[in-house]
Structure formats: C-alpha cells, structure tokens
C-alpha cells in the first residue's frame, strides 16, 4: 500500500433519525419513495470497531478512528477510517475523512502517514494508547440518487446495534452523503423521503451515542449549551450558532422522546423551542430577510409537549409536598389522593403517546428539515441585512438592555397577584431576558449581565410556582379528579395552606 495515494475526501452528509419506524418494512417503504423508486439497492453487512485511549483523548480532539469489516467473516475486506473535525449542532455534517483498504483487523500505521494524524500525534505517544472502546454492526442498504444538474447523493438506510461494553442501542436512520454538488441536493432529496417516511434531524453521530451510552448507559436528556461566540464574529454568523445549538437542544429531546420516559427529556425538549423562538426574536432585525419557515406544522407537537409537561410538574414537583397537608391523618382522604395520583399518572402515560405519535407525522419532520436547512443558510453573503454588519458586543448590548427595560416597565404596570395577564406578561420578558443572557453574556464578564440574569431567573422562578399550581388545578378538574382535591388545591392559591 502506498501511503501517499491516500486521498483526503469532505464528507458531507445529512443525518435522518426514523421515528416509531417498523425497522423491518422500511427498505420496502423507502423503495416506494417515488426518486428512490427506479434506483437499484446495494446490500452490506458492515461491522465498525472504534479506537480510543482510555481517557477518550481522541474524542476531545473531535476525531474518529475506525476499523470497518465489509461482507461476512468468512471473506472480509478491512477499512481504516480518520475522521476529523465536524462536530457541531446540526444535522448536516462537514468533515475530513481518510479512509484506506488494510490488510486485516490491526491499526495501520502507514495508513495515517497521509493524514493529519501526524498533527494530532507527533511522537507516536497517542497510537500506543488506543484501544477498542465500543463497536457498531448494522446492515446498509443504498440508493445512489443522480440529477439532471450533475448532483448525485447515496442514500444509506442502517438497521443495526450500537454495543459500548454491556450496553447496546439499536440503530435504525438513514445517511444523505453528498457525492457531487451542493448541500441543497441533500435537502431536496430528503424533504421527498420525508413526505412519505416520518424523519426527524440528527446532528448526534454514531460514535458520540456510543461514548454518551458507555459513560450513562442511555443518552442523557440535551441541556442547553454555551454557544462559541466571539466578539469579532458578525451578528448573523452568531445568529446561526446561537439559534443552532438551541434548535438542536429541542430537536435531540424529540429523538429521546422515542424511547425515553423521563420528564427531563419533555422539559428538555420544551426549554429548547422556547429558547429557539425567544432567540429568534432576540436576532429578527438581522434575519429579517432571511426567509425564515413558518412553524405552524409544529404546533400541534408543541401543544402536546406543553399539556404532558405540565402533568410531569404535577405529579412530580406541585402535588408531592401537598399530601400531608391533604390527608392530615384520614384514611378516606388518603384513597382520595392516592386515587387522583394514578389518574394523573394515567393522563400523563397517554400524553406521552399522544407526543410520540405527533413526532412520527411527515408534516412535523418537514418542517424540521425545512428549519435545518435555513440555519445552515444563515450565514450566506446574501443573508446579511445590515452592511456594514454592527458589532456583536455593542449590538448584542443594546438588545439586552431593551428586554431589560421592557421588563422593569412590565413590573411596574403589573398591579400584584391579582394581575394574572401582568404576572404573565413579566414571567415571559424575564424568560426571555434570561436566554439572552445565556446565549450572549459570555461576550462580556460585566456584573451588570449576571445581575440581569439572577433577576430574570428569581422572577422566573417565583412566578413560575404560582403559574404551576393554577394549571395543576386547570389538569385536576379536566381529568375529573375528585372535587375535594380541587377544592383543597385552589385553597392552597389563596394561601390558605403552608406548603412543605
């Protein structure tokens, strides 16, 4: 094997999650797909081993190393694979990839002569460390998709398993790789598949599920994550980072929600669209141009998400401390709470259903494509509305202070408790404040931001309470929870209860 005749490719692919797919019909369904319809299907079995140290240096560099086994065991044929760089929070991913036939299931060192795996490690410290850390199986099935404008796009469909030590994850997603043109023929192609197969972003590779199912044994809930700002960034390219890391916190909780039936998924998953609107608002002088989708075909998801969260709070946070004071020692009160704990639990059990198939609707995965496919647009020359573009800090500023304002003015009309609509009004620009503040205060390290923000975040909290105990109310008598609950609850608004 000569080394130099190892040719570096950019990938370019579009990840799909396939929501509440029957894994087993698929091949047939996406065979139907009318651009796929008269295109021939190649069939491998492949089998993926991952290297690492022991202390996952090579996933703080953002690089992977692989083995891959092509065909059965009886006649195999070896990859080797370095992947570079990539990481971010989309689900249309651009890398460095290098990958070299090798004689058999051994790391090859002449294979990375080539490669930028001379800067990662100079001494060969780092090669002497690396030991299998997870491995992945699957079958591919593949389509390649040519156009008349020269674009072409493999379409691969995995069905398999992750296994990371005891741990194993089923896999069941499509690849969109780019074989020729630009990223909108991975677009275009995927807004087809998804009109007949429910699909759903993915920006999480194989490899970071794996280490994420290695370290937690499931994925973890996606929290809400700094964006990488600096103050020399133009105000559009900070849009496009800020409003992607909060439209990936919603839609990696969505994929969660499959399988997952933690509430911290749900709240997750809600805390990341809410921040993705706010957000949006926060940059709409600077995206005022920038053909943004409409977001109605996610309103009945988000609905469903909201009412399903608000009976998590219920059973979880609002109702728990209550009890005693409830029962305060009856038998009979006992069975009444214990009776409208399992209608609650039942509500939220087929809510939770009522999501999960709203995630599974063509309509809900367009829409997301359509979102990805605007983000990733963002930062185009033609974008940008206002030449020359302000400076991030001095701009980012001065629409922080407005939301302050608008705050303090917002608490000053409101007249107390009694003003629900002003209590509604303030509990909204303090959350928006608040997410504009995470996403931008890294820029300055001034005690004005973290002030602004402990303030948002204490009214927030407080009015937040008050708002979860009136819905828990609004929940009980929906579902025909016993009157004396209700009753006892909406004494507990008037203030008639100490609460624990």
């Given at each position: 094997m000569n080394a130099q005749s190892i040719l570096p490719t950019q990938e370019v692919e579009l990840k799909l999650a396939l929501p509440g797919a029957d894994s087993a019909a698929l091949r047939q369904q996406l065979s139907r797909v009318p651009a796929l319809a008269r295109r021939k299907v190649t069939t491998l079995h492949l089998h993926?081993?991952?290297?690492?140290?022991?202390?996952?240096?090579?996933?703080?560099?953002?690089?992977?190393?692989?083995?891959?086994?092509?065909?059965?065991?009886?006649?195999?044929?070896?990859?080797?694979?370095?992947?570079?760089?990539?990481?971010?929070?989309s689900a249309l991913s651009q890398r460095g990839e290098w990958e070299t036939p090798v004689t058999g299931p051994v790391l090859s060192l002449l294979a990375l002569q080539a490669t930028p795996w001379r800067e990662i490690d100079p001494d060969g410290r780092l090669l002497a460390q690396l030991v299998p850390c997870f491995e992945s199986s699957f079958e591919r099935s593949c389509w390649v998709v040519r156009q008349r404008d020269g674009s072409a796009v493999e379409v691969a469909l995995d069905r398999g398993h992750i296994a990371a030590g005891k741990h194993r994850l089923r896999l069941c997603e499509l690849e969109l790789e780019l074989l020729a043109g630009t990223p909108q023929a991975l677009f275009a192609l995927a807004g087809q598949i998804a009109q007949h197969v429910a699909v759903l972003p993915l920006s999480v590779s194989k490899s970071?599920?794996?280490?994420?199912?290695?370290?937690?044994?499931?994925?973890?809930?996606?929290?809400?994550?700094?964006?990488?700002?600096?103050?020399?960034?133009?105000?559009?390219?900070?849009?496009?980072?800020?409003?992607?890391?909060?439209?990936?916190?919603?839609?990696?909780?969505?994929?969660?929600?499959?399988?997952?039936?933690?509430?911290?998924?749900?709240?997750?998953?809600?805390?990341?669209?809410?921040?993705?609107?706010?957000?949006?608002?926060?940059?709409?002088?600077?995206?005022?141009?920038?053909?943004?989708?409409?977001?109605?075909?996610?309103?009945?998801?988000c609905q469903a998400l909201g009412v399903l969260r608000d009976l998590d709070v219920a059973r979880t946070d609002t109702?728990?401390?209550?009890?005693?004071?409830?029962?305060?020692?009856?038998?009979?009160?006992?069975?009444?709470?214990?009776?409208?704990?399992?209608?609650?639990?039942?509500?939220?059990?087929?809510?939770?259903?009522?999501?999960?198939?709203?995630?599974?609707?063509?309509?809900?995965?367009?829409?997301l494509l359509a979102t990805t496919q605007w983000l990733e647009g963002l930062a185009q020359p033609q974008v940008a509305t206002?030449?020359?573009?302000?400076?991030?800090?001095?701009?980012?500023?001065?629409?922080?202070?407005?939301?302050?304002?608008?705050?303090?003015?917002?608490?000053?009309?409101?007249?107390?408790?009694?003003?629900?609509?002003?209590?509604?009004?303030?509990?909204?620009?303090?959350?928006?404040?608040?997410?504009?503040?995470?996403?931008?205060?890294?820029?300055?390290h001034k005690p004005w931001a973290a002030a602004w923000q402990q303030q948002a975040v204490t009214l927030q909290n407080q009015l937040g309470a008050r708002r979860d105990l009136v819905r828990?109310?609004?929940?009980?008598?929906?579902?025909?929870?016993?009157?004396?609950?209700?009753?006892?609850?909406?004494?507990?608004?008037?203030?008639g209860i100490e609460r624990d």
């Open positions: 993926n081993v991952y290297y690492d140290t022991p202390a996952q240096t090579l996933r703080q560099l953002r690089v992977a190393l692989r083995l891959r086994r092509v065909g059965g065991a009886d006649a195999p044929q070896w990859l080797q694979t370095l992947k570079v760089g990539g990481a971010g929070d970071e599920r794996a280490y994420a199912m290695a370290q937690h044994g499931a994925l973890p809930p996606r929290r809400a994550r700094p964006p990488s700002l600096t103050p020399d960034l133009a105000v559009v390219q900070a849009a496009q980072r800020v409003l992607g890391e909060a439209f990936d916190q919603f839609v990696s909780n969505l994929h969660l929600l499959a399988h997952s039936d933690d509430p911290e998924v749900v709240h997750q998953a809600r805390v990341g669209w809410r921040r993705f609107r706010s957000l949006q608002r926060l940059f709409k002088p600077v995206l005022g141009a920038s053909n943004a989708p409409t977001w109605m075909a996610l309103r009945p998801l109702l728990p401390p209550l009890a005693d004071a409830f029962v305060r020692g009856s038998t009979s009160r006992q069975r009444i709470w214990q009776a409208m704990l399992r209608l609650v639990s039942h509500a939220a059990r087929q809510q939770r259903q009522s999501v999960r198939h709203a995630i599974t609707l063509p309509s809900v995965g367009a829409c206002l030449p020359p573009d302000p400076r991030l800090r001095g701009w980012g500023r001065r629409r922080l202070r407005r939301l302050h304002q608008r705050l303090r003015g917002a608490m000053r009309e409101s007249r107390g408790e009694e003003d629900t609509l002003g209590q509604h009004r303030v509990r909204i620009l303090a959350k928006h404040l608040r997410y504009g503040i995470e996403a931008l205060g890294g820029l300055w828990a109310i609004e929940l009980m008598d929906a579902i025909g929870v016993d009157s004396t609950v209700v009753a006892f609850l909406r004494g507990v608004v008037v203030g």
